[in-house]
């Protein structure tokens, strides 16, 4: 059975082209268009693994990662930020929120996919 991803960001060339390299490399794709969406979306199945963006209407990532630590059966989901942001502020901001990867775009589908199979757990 397939490993599920969920990508979150506002923007949809961007969902569309992670999930084309998730999809390729075997893995089920959950989308948000935001925090707030993609919150709605976590109804209890089973997700392997979230690669969010940071900056975003509505809910942006540092508050929808809050709030995913927040969930029960979401709490230990490991947590990718695919981010234009590069300052070193707001990458502490994000693993003290709980992040476990910083991956900056531009990014190379085989380094995120990468950063991926090393943080997608069973």
Not at 36 to 64: R, W, Y
């Amino acid at each position: 059975m397939a490993k599920t991803v969920m990508i979150v960001d506002d923007s949809a060339s961007m969902r569309e082209v992670v999930g084309i390299a998730l999809r390729s490399a075997g893995y089920s794709v959950l989308e948000g268009r935001d925090g707030k969406d993609a919150l709605s979306k976590l109804t209890g199945q089973k997700v392997h693994l979230i690669i969010s963006d940071v900056n975003m209407p509505n809910m942006d990532g540092i508050e929808f990662l809050k709030a995913v630590k927040q969930m029960g059966n979401y709490k230990f989901t490991p947590v990718i930020m695919l981010t234009t942001e590069s300052a070193e502020a707001k990458k502490r901001e994000g693993q003290a929120a709980g992040a476990r990867a910083w991956v900056v775009k531009p990014f190379k589908p085989e380094q995120l996919l990468g950063a991926v199979q090393k943080l997608c757990l069973p």
